[in-house]
């Protein structure tokens, strides 16, 4: 008789799904032991791994500057990595952006896309080193010329310190944050000799922004004009124009002199013409001249403008002139100037 072939016997689905939940359930007791720590027994609690430490901060702020007086309102954005800072503010519509990197200072204008990269002075960066942050370093310029603590006081629900100083200047006042930082929330300034008082609200200090490197880089477009602390002075001094603020035009001053009994006469000592010729070769207008009056040298020493100590003379004139030229100006550049957002002060830690 032939013998029938015999067939291995297969599981079929039933005892394969038994298998293999029975091998999850071997592979998860595994790990179950695994993950006890040594010394560990069954039933006990396993102890909790130790805490990840947090991801320290990168070395990065901003904050926003609202500078007001009666001459009007400015804005200042700042942001800084370690070192590196870069500052924008608008003037007369045009966005001027200033970058301190390395061993250079650089001011451009975003709208025309030209400006100025000044080498930075030993003297410059080594200030810096000793620095905790690029701005934001009003108290310490005061500490260093004597202010004092004076008391405390609360500005947008917080606590902050209030430091002075009162010299032959005026007077200097700033406060900031009663913690480490000693973050500066506002600044005022009063001037003796012109009476003038000036105001700076710091608003939203925020640290730890990831900022990229070449945020502290002028954009490739910009054509930068590259020069020496030297001859950027030697420029200055020489009245040359330097850097992306708009030029609203040429003041001639100590145009002529008039003696108080020949107030008609006009004696040219330094020649006649000069700023004309100069508005004519930078291609910008020539706003007016003033003479020599040494009223108002008496009078600003002694905080009365020539307005006020001689309001009929030939240089009160000669002011009042210039100053309608100027507002007429500003007026027409002011077009392109976006209006001051409503600000806000945010407390981040």
Do not use: C
């Not at 500490?143 to 500005?155: D, N, Q, T, V």
Request: proline content about 7%.
């Amino acid at each position: 008789m032939r013998r029938r072939p015999t067939r291995r016997a297969h599981p079929g689905r039933a005892g394969r799904r038994a298998a293999g939940l029975a091998s999850i359930a071997m592979l998860v007791a595994a790990l179950l032991v695994a993950a006890l720590p040594v010394g560990a027994k069954e039933g006990e609690a396993p102890e909790a791994p130790p805490a990840r430490a947090a991801a320290p901060l990168p070395d990065t702020w901003y904050a926003q500057a609202l500078a007001y007086s009666d001459a009007g309102i400015n804005v200042t954005h700042f942001w800084s990595k370690g070192k590196k800072l870069r500052a924008e503010t608008v003037i007369a519509g045009h966005r001027v952006v200033t970058i301190v990197n390395g061993d250079t200072y650089f001011a451009y204008d975003s709208l025309s896309r030209e400006g100025v990269a000044i080498a930075r002075t030993a003297a410059a960066l080594e200030q810096e080193r000793a620095r905790s942050r690029p701005f934001g370093n009003e108290l310490e310029a005061l500490l260093r010329r004597g202010a004092e603590r004076i008391g405390a006081e609360k500005i947008g629900g917080r606590e902050v310190d209030l430091y002075q100083i009162t010299d032959d200047g005026g007077r200097r006042q700033v406060w900031v944050t009663t913690d480490g930082r000693q973050l500066p929330i506002r600044l005022k300034v009063w001037r003796r000799h012109t009476g003038q008082t000036l105001h700076t609200d710091f608003l939203s200090w925020t640290r730890g922004l990831p900022i990229g490197d070449s945020f502290f880089d002028p954009e490739p477009s910009v054509t930068l004009e590259r020069m020496g602390f030297e001859e950027y002075v030697s420029r200055q001094g020489n009245r040359t124009p330097t850097g992306p603020v708009p030029v609203l035009g040429i003041v001639e001053n100590m145009s002529w002199f008039s003696p108080p009994d020949l107030p008609d006469r006009r004696y040219h000592i330094f020649g006649e013409g000069g700023g004309q010729r100069v508005a004519s070769e930078l291609g910008v207008d020539f706003l007016g001249e003033l003479p020599i009056d040494p009223r108002v040298v008496e009078g600003g020493d002694k905080g009365r403008p020539i307005l006020v100590h001689a309001p009929d003379s030939q240089v009160a004139d000669a002011f009042r002139a210039l100053a309608g030229s100027v507002a007429r100006k500003l007026a027409v550049l002011a077009e392109g100037t976006p209006p001051v957002a409503d600000a806000n002060i945010t407390w981040v830690s």
